[in-house]
DNA sequence: CGTCCGTTTGAGGATCATCAATGTCCGTGG
DNA sequence: CCACGGACATTGATGATCCTCAAACGGACG
């Protein structure tokens, strides 16, 4: 049931590492480690490094902010409970990413392990005193959730689709480009669940599964055990991605 | 044609102001200004006010960065287009937020005004080097920032709904919640045309059409002119908001 | 008064959600 | 070694919702 944790993809030599895209024009576009070497050892000085095994609460949503998080290892994913008991999940986090950024004190997403996970815990004075004093680390920092906010609104433009097979397209396309360079030659892994998937695709658990199969039958991608995924036919898939 | 632009919500004495939300807690939770005095005033120093008609684009999506924008007064959209030409609406802007905060030197949406608008501008290097200089202020950005995270991620919640009345519903709730306090006594103003609006909540313009209509003969809201709205049974309204 | 643009309304077709049942994987225990 | 059980995943049938195409309506303006 445990699986595997998500191929590292970060060295995690000397402290947190940031994974994002810098708001000015550098080299390449691909995400990348946004912290220096002396940044990471300085955020690791008052950070504590925690492993949670799957399926573990970091925090709930409404929950007072206490810490904030950097992902080292693993897949997490952010979700919310709406009034009718439905999930909603707003986004997946991988190693690199910072979660736990509050509104007024507050939570506002629930953040669940998918894989065994370790985490940089920093708590958030501490990182808000850092923050205002180091405004270089806090500059990646910037970077870091406005690269968060792009991929959001990525997400509302998948969601907004209305073929489920379309969705299910663009998300693998999304989590393609974002997989470490050295995963199993073009096998893109699925840690999360048949069920999580529809809840950040919104769709229901069963439409998901329609998608795989439509994707299966139609000879574009090819599903492994329900947690890898190939494309087969790149131009039919590339067509389906961008057929919005 | 050319609609009123929206109440001006912020006093423009000294310089840009930046509505949101803080991270850590506050006395209460309502979006507020961010800057203080002092930090508008040296923003003001190194901006230009620019005053722009309605439908007037911005910036274009791919563009190269130079200048990051605070609206002042005025509605505006953020949106993209998508390859086959139909657009999607990320995010309408109000006085007091930010955009044009890039990705690798390239702005990511379209920026047009939607009324009248008068827009802080501010040279990407100047903002940088002040946002290094000023720590105090750059937390203010960072905040800023997480809360239009926040924001995006309420619009992915809106647009997962299935039924175009509830997502109407929850747009003007949105709307509601954001306006300047002394609106027009309950009336809700609907700056932006009803393309505008089927292009963020993802429904076809003959859609939220209908979603008004259905709104209007279930006696929930009226609209009035097409461009203002007002709840007249809030049990229902608020039911149909949280009934997701 | 007529045109133009934006909006509203109608009919038919496509897609997904829901309910229900079947199938698959994997660990457990006999 | 094999049978069993539970969680997860797939498949099928029906109904609800929206999208598309199409036409009628309305106000603004020359």
Redesign the interface.
Known sequence: MTRQAHAGTVLEDSGPSIRG??????TD?SAKGLLSEPQRQRLAAVASVVSLPARTIVYRAEA??SWIFISSVGVLKAY?E???G?R?V?SFLFPGDVFG??????Y??TVQTITNATLYRIP?EAL?AM??????L??Q??AK??????Q??R???V??RRDAAGRLAMFLSMLEKHAPAGSHAGWIQLPMSRTDLAEYL?LSLESVSRATSALTRRGIVAFQGGHAAKVIDRVSFEKLV???
């Open positions: 895209i810098e708001i000015e024009k550098r576009g007072e902010l919310r709406m009034p009718s439905k909603r707003a950024l509050a509104e007024n004190g507050h506002i997403n958030n808000a923050l205002r004093r180091d405004a270089d806090q500059f920092f910037l959730v406005t690269h968060e906010l792009r959001g609104q997400h509302a433009i969601i907004a919104c961008n057929a919005l």
